[in-house]
């Protein structure tokens, strides 16, 4: 069996929840320099073995890749029954079972894609803190100098790619923990003429910062899960709200524009005006 190349950090169990009725997705870079765009799911928020740890010998690993991928099917069942509860009005029944694997995917969703890693620790970044090790291994053990020439930029490049991989599954239990005692908050848009977008950087924080969102009880997280839906840690429970209000919507949909390179929805004159206004 061939091993998976391309690898969605925006899982098409989402996106396929954001496209118009002839199942396209309209996206466009936030800069607008580039014009709106259609595919299908498969064509965006992807890239070349994204998850793949790479070894020395250039062979790559596809294990978290897929971990990601039954991650990814477990939550899809889940959320299917989220949308369907959500759309006939009523919170859905979720077993602790169902629940637990939510609160996985909102994790590992939240923390696997390329531009949050970015934003907490760049390339730029990490690499000085290998510049500064090696130094310091320079200046202890000279006797290790041939060791050191092997860091080359290309090798340092693969570690750096493999850190920011290896992470993408690392659980915290009281992480964890703070999810099962916030709940789940169930957001629904009410009128028709309205959508969320999905941005490559998708969850969003509002009253707090993406460091301390969970463990400040007055903090909002969303993470818009289709057109109409989004999904975020509550205030115990399981609980369904409906939004009508443009201001509201319309200011979701402008924090993840501003915090993502790319968006995507199932309108393209949303997706036109949100870029043009950035």
């Not at 991928?69 to 079972?97: C, F, H, N, W, Y």
């Not at 390329?114 to 200046?139: H, K, M, R, Y």
């Amino acid at each position: 069996m061939s091993t998976p190349k391309r690898h969605h950090y925006i899982p098409r169990m989402l996106l396929k929840n954001f496209v118009d009725r002839d199942h396209n997705l309209h996206w466009s870079f936030t800069d607008d320099r580039r014009g709106l765009k259609k595919a299908r799911v498969e064509g965006v928020f992807v890239e070349r073995h994204l998850y793949s740890v790479i070894g020395r010998d250039g062979d790559r690993d596809p294990a978290i890749e897929a971990e990601l991928s039954r991650i990814e099917g477990d939550a899809a069942k889940v959320l299917d029954t989220i949308l369907t509860a959500a759309r006939a009005g009523r919170p859905p029944d979720l077993s602790t079972q169902e629940k637990s694997v939510w609160y996985r995917f909102f994790l590992v969703q939240w923390r696997r894609t390329p531009e949050l890693q970015q934003s907490v620790a760049s390339d730029a970044v990490l690499g000085a803190l290998f510049d500064s090790a090696i130094e310091l291994v320079l200046t202890k053990f000279p006797e290790r100098a041939d060791e050191v020439k092997e860091f080359t930029p290309a090798e340092r490049a693969r570690m750096i790619h493999n850190i920011r991989t290896e992470i993408v599954l690392e659980t915290k239990p009281n992480v964890e923990k703070l999810l099962e005692e916030r709940g789940i908050m169930i957001m629904r848009i009410e009128r028709d003429d309205k959508a969320f977008v999905i941005g490559s950087r998708p969850v969003v924080v509002f009253n707090g910062s993406e460091s301390n969102g969970l463990h400040d009880p007055n903090s909002e997280m969303w993470l818009p899960v289709a057109s109409d839906i989004a999904i975020g840690p509550g205030t115990g429970g399981v609980k369904l709200g409906f939004l009508a209000a443009d201001s509201a919507i319309r200011t979701m949909n402008r924090e993840i524009t501003c915090q993502s390179s790319v968006i995507a929805g199932c309108s393209p004159d949303l997706i036109r005006s949100l870029t043009s206004t950035r």
